[in-house]
C-alpha cells in the first residue's frame, strides 16, 4: 500500500513586524528543508483577520512576509509561496472541518483562552475556529510535516485529531472510492485519505522569549519594542537591544543544569546558539564563568552579522512591489491546483455535487 508523499506545508500571519523568535523558530527553518522536501510556505491573511477584522496595512504586511521569506532565502520557483486567500479552497475545507472538530477541543486551546482573554462570548467566531482553518491548511495539500516554534504544538496535535477523526468517520466512503492510503490507529486498520502531520520543532530557539523578561515569548504584540529583535532592525538597534537584554548578576555557567531558574540567561545562550548553528553546550563551553558584560558584545556581533543581510535584502525585495505580487501570483496558481485536486476527493468523499 501507497503512503503519504513527504511535503512540508507552513503559514505565518501578516500582522506586525517579523522578530527573531519567527526567525529561528519557523523561517530559518523553512530554507534549511528546501534542500530535502517540496515545500509550500504560505503567508495566512485569513488567519490574521481572527483578531483585528480591519487592518489598514494587510496588503502591505501580507507583501513584507512574502519578501521576508525571500529574503532568508526560499526559492519560489523550486518551491511554492503565495497568500492563503488566493486559494479559496482552504476556506473550503476549513467548512468541513468545522464540522469534523468538536467546539470541546477549540475551547481547550490555549492561543484561543490567550487571545480571547477575560470577554471570550465577545471574541469572534473566527477566532475560536482559528484551528480548524489551520489544519485546512495543511490539510488541503495533505502536507506531512510542519515546521513551526513551540507555540504551535497544540495546534498540530488538533490537527492529527481532525485528521484521525476525518479518515475515521470516512474510512469506509474512502475504501469505496481507493483513494485511501492504509493505516493502522490503535488495533484498527483503516483506510485514510488525511496524513496524520508531523510538527518539526526542533533546535535551540524553538521558544525565544522576550529580552525583557524570560518568562514571556517573544511576540509581535508585546509593548515594548525592547522585547524583541525584528528582522527590520539595523546594527545599532540590535547592539542596543542587547545590551539593554534583562539578565542577572551571575557569570555563565559551564553546564546545561546551571541554566535552571536563570530564564533570561537561557534565552541569551538558546539565541546564540541558534545563530550560530550549535549547540548550547557548546556555547557554554566557550562562555562559561565569563560575565554578561562579555557575552553580550559576542552576541550583538553574531546578530548583526546573520540578521543584517537579511533585512538588507528585505529592503530590497520590498522595493520591487511587482516581484513581489508576480510571486504571490504565481504561488497561489500552483498551491490552487493542488489544493483543488484534494477537494474534488474530498467533496467525492463527504458526497457534495461538484459538476
Ligand atoms: P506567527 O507570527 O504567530 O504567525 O508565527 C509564525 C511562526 O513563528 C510560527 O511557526 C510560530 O510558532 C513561530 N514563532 C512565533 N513566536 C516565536 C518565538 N517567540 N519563538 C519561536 N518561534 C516563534
Ligand atoms: N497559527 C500559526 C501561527 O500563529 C500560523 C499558521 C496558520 C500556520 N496556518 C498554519 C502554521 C499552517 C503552520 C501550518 O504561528
Excluded at 31 to 44: F, M, P, T
Excluded at 313 to 325: K, L, P, Q, T, W
Aim: net charge negative; hydrophobic share 40%; aromatic share 6%.
Amino acid at each position: 500500500m501507497s503512503s503519504f508523499k513527504p511535503l512540508v506545508f507552513s503559514g505565518v500571519q501578516p500582522t506586525g513586524n517579523l522578530h527573531l523568535g519567527n526567525y529561528l523558530g519557523a523561517i530559518r527553518k523553512f530554507v534549511a528543508l528546501q534542500e530535502s522536501h517540496d515545500c509550500i510556505y504560505c503567508v495566512v491573511d485569513l488567519h490574521s483577520i481572527t483578531a483585528q477584522l480591519v487592518h489598514d496595512d494587510l496588503p502591505s504586511q501580507t507583501r513584507s512576509i512574502t519578501a521576508a521569506f525571500l529574503a532568508a532565502g526560499i526559492d519560489p520557483e523550486k518551491h511554492i509561496v503565495f497568500n492563503q486567500a488566493r486559494v479559496p479552497q482552504h476556506a473550503e475545507l476549513a467548512w468541513i472541518f468545522n464540522c469534523v472538530a468538536r467546539i470541546g477541543w477549540m475551547n481547550r486551546m490555549t492561543q484561543f483562552k490567550d487571545k480571547a482573554g477575560k470577554d471570550r462570548e465577545n471574541a469572534s467566531l473566527g477566532l475560536l475556529a482559528y484551528p480548524s482553518l489551520m489544519a485546512a491548511d495543511i490539510l488541503v495539500y495533505r502536507a506531512t510535516h510542519v515546521p513551526v516554534g513551540d507555540d504551535q504544538k497544540q495546534h498540530l496535535e488538533l490537527t492529527r485529531d481532525i485528521a484521525a477523526k476525518f479518515n475515521n468517520d470516512f474510512s469506509r466512503r474512502i475504501g469505496e472510492l481507493g483513494i485511501g492510503v492504509e493505516m493502522t490507529m490503535g488495533d484498527e486498520t483503516l483506510n485514510g485519505f488525511f496524513p496524520l502531520t508531523e510538527p518539526l520543532i526542533e533546535g535551540p530557539a524553538t521558544r525565544v522569549m522576550s529580552l525583557r523578561d524570560g518568562t514571556k515569548k517573544m511576540s509581535k504584540s508585546d509593548p515594548s519594542d525592547l522585547s524583541r529583535i525584528n528582522l527590520t532592525d539595523d546594527a545599532d538597534a540590535i547592539a542596543k537591544k542587547i545590551k539593554k537584554a534583562k539578565t542577572d548578576p551571575e557569570p555563565l555557567p559551564s553546564e546545561l543544569a546551571g541554566l535552571k531558574d536563570r530564564p533570561e540567561a537561557e534565552n541569551l545562550v538558546g539565541i546564540y546558539a541558534a545563530l550560530a548553528e550549535t549547540s548550547r553546550e557548546a556555547v557554554m563551553a566557550e562562555f562559561g564563568g565569563r560575565q554578561f558584560s562579555a557575552f553580550k558584545p559576542a552576541l550583538a556581533e553574531l546578530a548583526v552579522e546573520k540578521l543584517a543581510p537579511v533585512a538588507a535584502e528585505m529592503r530590497r525585495i520590498s522595493a520591487d512591489r511587482a516581484y513581489v505580487d508576480a510571486v504571490l501570483r504565481d504561488g497561489g496558481e500552483r498551491a490552487g491546483a493542488l489544493a483543488e485536486a484534494t477537494m474534488k476527493q474530498v467533496r467525492e468523499i463527504v458526497g457534495l455535487l461538484d459538476d
